[in-house]
Each structure stands twice: as structure tokens, then as C-alpha cells.
């Protein structure tokens, strides 16, 4: 009698009884991650990974949250400048800066990639970083996308969230890998994803380290590119920051295909994984061609190389963290 | 009698019980280090510090373990040159890359900056960072000081790992930030100081993501320097990898001022220390003049600043966490 009741307490307790990833659709996508999960955390099984090296890297635009019509940097950008010349309308000289002062998106977007350049550089630099993260965090807290109505930070996606609670309560160490600034994603990462500053490893400008007359020191943001994480520069800044090789990675574009390929040409059990964007009724529909995201090399050779494609329209039962204003 | 045998078991578990710093001798040192982690992790005290806050940044290189008569990675620089020349003799053309092959190590600190670079360059580059870390691996496994006999990595500081291990028991995350190669320190930080890759900040060369013809993906190390983390940059390394002032730095040269400078000028409880070498007998005894650790301002400003001083003679009951051969 006792040790039924013992037994009847352990049953109750057991975690494997609750679905770990809710906004699942149940296909294959959903299996396979989850077989390879237990697979990586079963001590007897030849295919267990020891808790350090279960590192996990995600890609973010376009793979945690959305990016469409444009990253949703290049809109912080073109707000922040529009913030700031009316500080110092000077500032705005250039076509392209004066289309930004004037939050003309259509006409930014037009001035071609020297006037994006200039934007991006006005928008991200001169500021200490601190600062910097707060005014991102500011505008974060209230720039709604034009299309969904939504804050841009409630476009993250709710199946990726919970992939990425999943791992890290299976003793994962997760990690975004992004080609969009290190210092904008910090600013809602560890909020958004539950992902800390340190475990962000993304495009950077040089930084300079600046001790302010009445003795202050900050880390200053200059305008020059120090680093660009993106393609063959994903797995070079897995090296640098984490000096380990992923078991799990998982991205949305070509500019994964290096970090997939580094992942998974490690020895044992590995995993990679592509978002496919299926969906233009309850996200956006593209992937061959485009301004973001494009995927072509991934889509060739997913198969061959056994990494996962997720079809967003068959195996995400939901879409956003945050509830879209027709859905209301 | 039942209630009176579970205190009794709750107080032999009671871990406070137990000395967190053994190797410290009792001085004011010691109980400065106790009172502000003791301050921080107080969750009733208006000094707590959060968890995801409680960052505390190394130095390595006479820090964590012994930097004389030169830094151990220079060493090793030369021993690896000499083994590469012994594969491949046609690398050692000019006198320096000579004397390295010869391990002539007067010769080859006597070739000037050029020679030096030269011969780290040599030592460092046209390898992938696996191959790079497993060799420095096998040097760190045999390699002997040749005044103490120790492995090189028998002289870690004994108290110093356990402050790392205190701080960690703590929730304290602990990381390195070095003047040294991030992919030397990564070599046996973990297995000397419980310190994992992702954190170890430190110098860099350039290194590129390329595929071999079998496919096989791999990091090179190329001879270029990409960043240099030391005296300003380490500040710069710190928000570059761990995104995030810390509350605790401890250094021992002028090198590490901006890092002790940068963490005690953020807001509440903040330690800055230096360690000093005062230990001619155990260990070595310089401060001011020299090639290696040269400590000037901060033994000047460290009282103004509140910054902790540790006296390696007074404080320390113990330095090397290996036995010397002449104690034995
Ligand atoms: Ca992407
Ligand atoms: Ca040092």
C-alpha cells in the first residue's frame, strides 16, 4: 500500500507527462527535435552529450522573431534618426538622412545601400553602449509593426520560444547568433527569449573605451564596422565567443549555411535546423528571393545533409508571442 | 529526541561551516573579499546584487597563475616553433625563428619586438583552433618551469581558484579577460579554473571559416592580430563578450586598470582588486619596472579608489596549487 502510494507520487511528478512544445503542430518537424533532445540527454544511450557541450545556436531575424517588410533594425534606425534631428536638425544633410528625419521608410529604403549605410552608421554610433541599449530598449517598448499592429518585440515566435525553454531546461546553453547588432539584440534578448548579454553573439561596430571629464567610463559605439557576423563570419564568431562547436543549430537563411555546416560536420549527435517560410496568411510567405532571408542553398541541400526543414505553415499551431489586432 | 537529531543534521549540512577560502591567511584581505560577497548575496541587504548580475572578470597572466621569468605562451611559442622547424627546417630563416628552433630562449628574447611577434606568429597561425588547442594542450601536460620544476599549469594560484570556486558556489558567473591568446587560456582554463570556453575573453588573431576538399569545415588561425585585449581593450572585450559591467575585476598590472576602473565606477557594491607580488621566496617579488606585470598607477590609486590590494606574502598561505619540487 505504501509503495503503491510512492509510486502514484512519483508518476505525478514526472515532467515528461507535460508537452514541451505546445505550439507544435504534431508532424515529423516536432518528433524529430524531440527524439534528438532525448537522444543528446540519456545517460545510457551512446548518443548522450555531457551537459558543457550541449551548446545551441539560433539565428534571430527571421528565425526567433519576424523580418518582414525590412529587419526591424533598419525601422529602429530610421526612427532613431528622425528622434535625434529633431535635436539637431543638422544632422540631416544627405537624401538619404533626410528621408529618415522625415520617416519616409519608402525613400530610406531607396537610397540604396551607401544611404542605408549612413543611416545605420547616424543611428548606431556615438553613443555609449549602455545608452545606446537603452534607447533601443525604449523604442522597443512601443514601435508597433505597420502591418501585424503589434509592438515588433511581440513578433518573436512562440513555437521558437518554447524550443528554446525546452533546451535550456533539458540543460542546453542557448545562444543567438545573429547578423543584426550585438547591442540592439541584447536590448530585448534576455526579455524576449530569456537569452542574457553574454550569451549573444552578434554584428558589431569597433567600440572604444572613453573616460569622460568628470571621470566617467563608458564603451563608445564609432561608426567603422569591427566585425560582421553573418555567413562565413556565424561559425567565426561561434569561435570567438563560445570557442565551442554547437550540437543544434538553426536559422532561416543562406547566411546560416556556414553555421549549419559547422555544427553538424561535428562527430556524434547533432542537429540542424531551417525555418521555412510558408505561411502569407498568418506570417509572410518567401524564400527564394527577396531583400531578407533568402534561402536557396539551404533548401538544395537540407535533405542531403539530414538537417530539419520547418514548414511554418504545417508545424506551428501558432505563430507570435503576441496576439495579432484581427485575431482580437 | 527526534527534533533534536534533525538539527543536529541540519548543522553538520550547513555549509557557512565551512572555510570558503582555506588557503588565505586570516588577514583584513580575506575578510574584505567575505564581507562583499557576503554584502552582495544577501537578499535583506540594499547591497544585493541579482544573480544574472553577479559578473566577476580575471586577469590570467600573473593573476590566475605565474608569469615569470617570461609569459608561459611565449614559452610555449618557442617550444612549438621547434617542433614545427623539426617537421619543416625551412622555417627558420631569420635569427629569431633560428633561436626558437634551437630553444634558445635568451636568443630569441634577445631578437627584439620583431623576433617576438615573429616567432608567436610562427607559433600561433595556419592551423584550425581545435588542432591549435589540443597542441597547447599536450605542451601544458609536460611542459616544466625551469625554476620550480612544476607543470606550467601546476602554477595556478591555489587561492585564486578558490575565490573562482567561492564566487561560483555563490551564483557568481566567473570569466577570464586576457592579454593572452583566448585559444592558449581556453587550453586549460576549464580543467585548471572551472572556467568553460564561452568564458574566456582574450586576444585574437583573424581567424576564417573554410571548408577543406573533403568538406570538412573548419576555424584557421591566420597571423594577423584582430583585437588586443589588454589595458583599454579589455573593458572593450568585456562588453564585446559578456555585454555587461562587471561587479567584481581583479588584475595585477597596469594592463588591468581600465577593467578594475570600468567595474568600480558602475552603481552599488563594486571590488576592484589587485594582486601584488611581494613574494620573493615562494613566488617572485616585482611591481614597478620589469617586462611582465608592471604595476605603477595602481598600486598608486588603488587606496584612493577602495580598491583591494592583496599582499601575496601576507595574504596568501599557499601559492601554487602543485607541490614545488624542493618542498617536496
Ligand atoms: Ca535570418
Ligand atoms: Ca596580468
Redesign the pocket.
Known amino acids: 500500500m505504501r509503495l503503491a502510494l510512492i509510486a502514484a507520487g512519483l508518476l505525478a511528478a514526472a515532467p515528461a507527462l507535460a508537452d514541451p512544445l505546445p505550439s507544435w503542430n504534431d508532424t515529423e518537424t516536432k518528433s524529430r527535435i524531440i527524439a534528438f533532445v532525448e537522444s543528446v540527454t540519456d545517460p545510457s544511450a551512446d548518443t548522450f552529450v555531457p551537459v558543457k557541450d550541449r551548446i545551441a545556436t539560433f539565428?534571430?531575424?527571421?528565425?526567433l522573431w519576424a523580418?518582414q517588410p525590412v529587419y526591424f533594425q533598419l525601422i529602429f534606425a530610421i526612427d532613431r534618426v528622425a528622434e535625434l534631428a529633431k535635436a539637431d536638425p543638422s544632422i540631416a544633410q544627405s537624401e538619404a538622412m533626410k528621408a529618415a528625419a522625415a520617416q519616409d521608410y519608402k525613400a530610406v529604403l531607396a537610397s540604396g545601400e551607401d544611404g542605408l549605410i549612413e543611416v545605420l552608421a547616424a543611428a548606431h554610433t556615438g553613443v555609449d553602449t549602455e545608452t545606446f541599449i537603452e534607447s533601443a530598449a525604449d523604442w522597443l517598448a512601443t514601435a508597433r509593426h505597420p502591418q501585424t499592429g503589434l509592438l515588433y518585440k511581440e513578433m518573436t515566435y512562440q513555437p521558437m520560444v518554447e524550443l528554446l525553454r525546452y533546451l535550456r531546461d533539458e540543460d542546453f546553453q542557448t545562444f543567438i547568433v545573429?547578423?543584426g547588432g550585438i547591442h540592439f539584440v541584447r536590448a530585448y534578448a534576455e526579455e524576449a527569449y530569456g537569452i542574457p548579454p553574454q550569451n549573444v553573439v552578434g554584428t558589431q561596430t569597433v567600440t572604444t573605451y572613453e573616460t569622460a571629464e568628470d571621470g566617467t567610463p563608458r564603451i563608445i559605439k564609432q561608426p567603422e564596422i569591427f566585425f560582421i557576423d553573418d555567413k562565413a563570419g556565424k561559425p567565426v564568431g561561434i569561435d570567438n565567443h563560445i570557442g565551442k562547436r554547437p550540437i543544434l543549430a538553426s536559422?532561416?537563411?543562406d547566411?546560416?549555411f556556414a553555421m549549419l555546416e559547422y555544427t553538424t560536420a561535428g562527430e556524434g549527435p547533432r542537429l540542424g535546423i531551417l525555418l521555412h517560410h510558408t505561411d502569407a496568411e498568418r506570417e509572410f510567405a518567401y524564400d527564394r528571393e527577396g531583400h531578407?532571408?533568402v534561402l536557396n542553398r539551404g533548401l538544395d541541400e537540407a535533405e542531403a545533409r539530414g538537417w530539419l526543414v520547418i514548414d511554418m505553415a504545417r508545424d506551428w499551431g501558432r505563430i507570435y508571442t503576441g496576439k495579432p489586432k484581427d485575431a482580437e
Not at 59 to 63: C, E, I, L, S, Y
Open positions: 539565428d534571430n531575424d527571421g528565425n523580418e545573429s547578423g536559422g532561416n537563411s547566411g546560416d531578407v532571408g
